[in-house]
């Protein structure tokens, strides 16, 4: 079974500096794939960007970016210029790129709460 | 386009009592999914759709719990009875069920509260 471990309960960043959240996971496939998810306080879960396991190169999406190191299966998010908004939980989470019974399913790391200071 | 919307928002309903959460997925998503999301931690699939079939209900206490999704669109997640441990949150999520490009999206949530 795959699992997903985010070690850092709590992050706390300046407003427009940068920040790391850190996300490793155990899996014996070799094709799947990656998110990380924002969750503000309302709870709405937003996803902020993905990863396919085949891609060499990093995802980027504006101020977010990636750092996917598949062999020592590691995915940490920056987050670049923070800001307020950028304020709730990041979850991590892994899918299997197979389409069979159980695969599909996300599997969640326990969460990184970012708090983001003026 | 209108996202995934869930109703209620919150319920608050005494312990052995049914409860009943409904959702509605994106308009042409074929793959809906209900995950538990209990306090401080990642959230738990529970049931998978694929039209009206499901395909995944391994984790779902079906002592308890039930689901349908009788016209492959909307959904229901029903805990009768409810018990103290139920407290949480209950997230629907759907996706267009492409494997190549699945990516799920995630409604508001009910969170239930059993006294």
């Known amino acids: ?118 | 386009e209108a996202g995934v919307v869930q109703s209620p928002r919150y319920k608050i309903i005494e312990k052995k009592q049914p409860v009943a959460f409904w959702c509605n997925p994106i308009s042409g998503h074929n793959t809906l999914y209900w995950y538990l999301q209990n306090l401080g931690q990642g959230p738990e699939l529970l049931i998978r759709y694929e039209n009206e079939e499901a395909v995944d209900d391994s984790q779902l206490p079906k002592d308890r719990f039930s689901a349908e999704r009788l016209k492959g669109v909307d959904s229901t997640l029903k805990i009768q009875p409810a018990e103290l441990g139920d407290s949480a949150v209950y997230l629907c999520a759907s996706s267009d069920g492409d494997t190549n490009t699945d990516t799920q999206y995630f409604g508001p949530g009910t969170r239930l509260t059993v006294l």
């Open chain 1, 1 to 118: 079974a795959q699992t997903v471990t985010q070690s850092q309960p709590e992050m706390s960043v300046q407003e427009a500096e940068t920040v790391t959240l850190s996300c490793t996971y155990d899996t014996s496939e070799s094709d799947y794939y990656l998110f990380w998810y924002k969750q503000p306080p309302s709870r709405q879960m937003i996803l902020v960007i993905r990863q396919e396991a085949y891609k060499q190169q990093n995802a980027t999406e504006n101020r977010f970016s990636v750092n996917f190191q598949k062999a020592a299966k590691s995915f940490s998010l920056k987050i670049s210029d923070s800001q307020l908004g950028d304020a709730a939980m990041y979850f991590c989470a892994y899918r299997s790129a197979r389409d069979a019974g159980t695969a599909s399913k996300l599997t969640f790391g326990t969460g990184t709460r970012l708090q983001v200071t003026l």
